[in-house]
């Protein structure tokens, strides 16, 4: 309940009554229930959840803090309830489909219906005891599907192969799921970022980054390795101690109170440093929770400070054209004193 009580907080400094949740992860994180098909309405009185009838008795169980309605026509449904609670000043998050707000402006009789931007995911940034236990678990299931992975590479094998080792592994060792379609780029592909896993065979002297990561009990987990095959090229030896470098430089410098620019710059110095400023092409990071990819975002200009339990990735990289990328990332909890890294996988330069 403490999370509603905070949101109803928040309206309130908002002007609003009341609230329309659409998005089903803060269906989740605010009431325990996760279908496929709801809506929320919180008002400063109370709380609903609106589902069909696949999932009224799941709603009823897990969330018992909730009205249940169950009905197919939910903002049908929602104008009751508006009317009868006299609600004037309704917010409801932006991320609706078009249609979804048409419905909205045609059907609820308010006077202000105001749109929303991550309402909702602002407070999950800041992760509860159970949600950090949840996330290290996730975290633990992808390090050791690496470490299995590094005895199952050898030359001969595609990306392909692979990736489905990482997601096959991850699934046997607990996961629900992938969290991201599983990248793996080899060899010069290396220099693409977000490569995805291809047909392309592992060769020897291949580079390999792999970034991938599954779902735990509904969190995620994200990282990043890249390691060698048979032997290893001197300057993408050079590259990848530059990245384990700057990756160590954010690990070092972070804890609750640093502003997201100076999260960002303490990578960016190390490798503007080595000269391969113009190589290190995508932000240092993001926040990562029921989703992978989830506030905070890091910009280099930004004042805002990072805070005690929030959980971030720390993923510098360097990719050149015609000769091979790396990447390293980690999940990081950030703590008053530090940080807590959470992907303990090896981060050592390997050849395998
Ligand atoms: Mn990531």
Not at 113 to 119: E, I, R, S, V
Request: with cysteine.
């Amino acid at each position: 309940m403490t999370r509603i009580l905070n949101l109803r907080n928040r309206l309130q400094t908002e002007g609003l009554d009341a609230m329309i949740v659409t998005n089903l992860k803060n269906i989740y994180y605010l009431s325990g229930f996760w279908g496929s098909a709801g809506t929320v309405l919180l008002t400063q009185q109370a709380q609903y959840l609106l589902t069909d009838s696949r999932y009224s008795t799941a709603a009823r169980e897990s969330a018992p803090d909730f009205t249940i309605i169950e009905t197919r026509q939910a903002i049908a449904e929602i104008d009751k309830l508006v009317k009868k609670e006299g609600i004037n000043n309704l917010g409801f998050e932006d991320t609706l489909s078009y249609a979804e707000f048409q419905a909205m402006q045609a059907q609820l009789t308010v006077i202000n219906l105001k749109p929303l931007t991550n309402f909702v995911e602002i407070q999950r940034q800041i992760k509860s005891p159970d949600e950090i236990r949840t996330i290290k678990k996730a975290c633990k299931i992808s390090d050791q599907a690496y470490k299995d992975l590094l005895k199952f590479v050898e030359p001969g094998k595609s990306e392909l192969e692979l990736a489905t080792f990482l997601d096959f592994k991850m699934r046997e060792l607990g996961a629900s799921g992938i969290s991201f379609d599983t990248i793996v780029a080899s060899g010069l592909r290396s220099a693409l970022p977000h490569g995805r896993a291809t047909h392309k065979p592992i060769e020897f002297g291949d580079i390999v980054t792999v970034d991938f990561g599954c779902y735990y009990d509904h969190y995620a987990s994200d990282m990043t390795r890249t390691f060698f095959v048979g032997e290893a090229d001197p300057k993408l030896q050079a590259i990848y101690h530059v990245v384990q470098k700057a990756q160590q430089a954010v690990i070092d410098v972070s804890k609750a109170g640093l502003t997201y620019g100076d999260y960002d710059l303490a990578a960016r110095q190390v490798i503007d440093a080595a000269g391969y400023g113009q190589a290190f092409t995508h932000g240092i990071g993001h926040g990562l929770g029921l989703d992978v990819h989830e506030v905070p975002y890091f910009s280099k200009s930004s004042q805002e400070q990072l805070l005690e339990n929030m959980i971030i990735t720390n993923e510098p990289g360097i990719y050149l054209d015609g000769l091979g990328g790396v990447r390293i990332e980690d999940d990081l909890l950030i703590t008053s004193q530090g940080v807590e890294v959470l992907t303990l996988a090896p981060k050592e330069l390997i050849v395998l």
